[in-house]
Every structure is written in structure tokens, then in C-alpha cells.
């Protein structure tokens, strides 16, 4: 008998396809549309109807899920960024073994933010957020319903970080 190092399972992972998400009943409309991956569902993200801006995205073969945060903009802006910052650097700062930012700067449809990599055993290894720094801002955080192994999860983080690279590319307010 020789021993075998451990191995991880394959996953198989889907070609890229995406649909618009775009709530058009005025009950629950969101100020914005964006595509998402057609291997994705959007579920709600609270039972209470006055979180109409907390919304998912579930990757059930993956057990993964998006959850995703919509607020109103106004002269709260600076205390919105500074909970962001806490939420994405601050609370991660002593689990993660690094963290990197990549810029979105999109003048033309007026959508800015930042896409947070958090390297290591997080709980969390991508989060962003989106803004126009007026009216609208949008943040959102992938997980796994999985003890965190970057090791593992590395393929699926990769592939999940391109959809929500394509979901902030796709992103267009109503204003």
C-alpha cells in the first residue's frame, strides 16, 4: 500500500451564460438592472417587506449564494462608505492573509465602486460595492455554506468572481 496525499473533489463548472435582472412591478421596484448567471436564481433576502433592497443570488449545486443590499443615497453617503470599509476591511483584516481592491470606473453609465479580494481561509473571499455616488448604492458578498478552505473552493471563487465582475459590468441605474 503507498498513502495518497488528500485530493479535493472535481467540480464541474457551467459555461457562462447570463439573463437581465430587472424588477419592473412598482411594488418592489430597484432603481437598477444587471446581468446574472443563468445557473443562478435571485431569492429574496429577508421575509420583511420593507427590506425591499435585500435580495440574493443562490448558486444551489455550489452552495453558494450572492446577498446583495440595495439603499437610497443621500447626505448619508459618508457613513454608508465607512460601513462598507468596516464590513470589507476592517472586520476581514485579521482572518484574511491579504486583501486586494480592484477599481470600477464606469463615467459613462456613472457607476463607481470597489471589488474586495480577501485571500485566505475567510468567510467571505469576494466583496463589492457599486455606487454613483448620488442616489444609489449597491454592495453584495459572496459565501459558502462550507467551512472556508482556500485550497478547495479557489476554482469556484474564481468563477463566481467573474460573474460578479460581469454583474458590476452589466450594472446600469434608473435614474
Known amino acids: 500500500n503507498v498513502p495518497r496525499p488528500k485530493g479535493h473533489f472535481r467540480i464541474d463548472l457551467p459555461a457562462k451564460e447570463y439573463r437581465e435582472f430587472n424588477v419592473l412591478d412598482e411594488d418592489k421596484a430597484l432603481p437598477f438592472s444587471f446581468e446574472y448567471p443563468v445557473y443562478g436564481k435571485i431569492s429574496p433576502g429577508t421575509d420583511d417587506p420593507g427590506k425591499q433592497g435585500w435580495f440574493n443570488i443562490e448558486f444551489p449545486a455550489y452552495k453558494a449564494k450572492i446577498y446583495l443590499t440595495y439603499m437610497k443615497v443621500g447626505s448619508d453617503f459618508n457613513e454608508i462608505m465607512e460601513q462598507t470599509y468596516?464590513?470589507?476591511?476592517?472586520?476581514?483584516?485579521?482572518?484574511?492573509?491579504?486583501?486586494?481592491?480592484?477599481?470600477?470606473?464606469?463615467?459613462?453609465?456613472?457607476?463607481?465602486?470597489?471589488?474586495?479580494?480577501?485571500?485566505?481561509?475567510?468567510?467571505?473571499?469576494?466583496?463589492?460595492?457599486?455606487?454613483?455616488?448620488?442616489?444609489?448604492?449597491?454592495?453584495?458578498?459572496?459565501?459558502?455554506?462550507?467551512?472556508?478552505?482556500?485550497?478547495?473552493?479557489?476554482?469556484?471563487?474564481?468563477?463566481?468572481?467573474a460573474d460578479i465582475e460581469h454583474l458590476a459590468e452589466s450594472l446600469r441605474w434608473k435614474h
Open 86 to 161: 468596516r464590513m470589507n476591511v476592517k472586520n476581514h483584516i485579521t482572518r484574511a492573509d491579504a486583501i486586494s481592491e480592484k477599481y470600477y470606473s464606469d463615467t459613462s453609465r456613472k457607476v463607481y465602486g470597489i471589488l474586495y479580494d480577501l485571500k485566505g481561509n475567510t468567510a467571505t473571499a469576494v466583496q463589492f460595492y457599486l455606487t454613483d455616488s448620488v442616489k444609489h448604492y449597491l454592495r453584495g458578498s459572496l459565501y459558502f455554506d462550507a467551512e472556508p478552505d482556500e485550497d478547495s473552493l479557489s476554482p469556484v471563487i474564481d468563477f463566481f468572481r
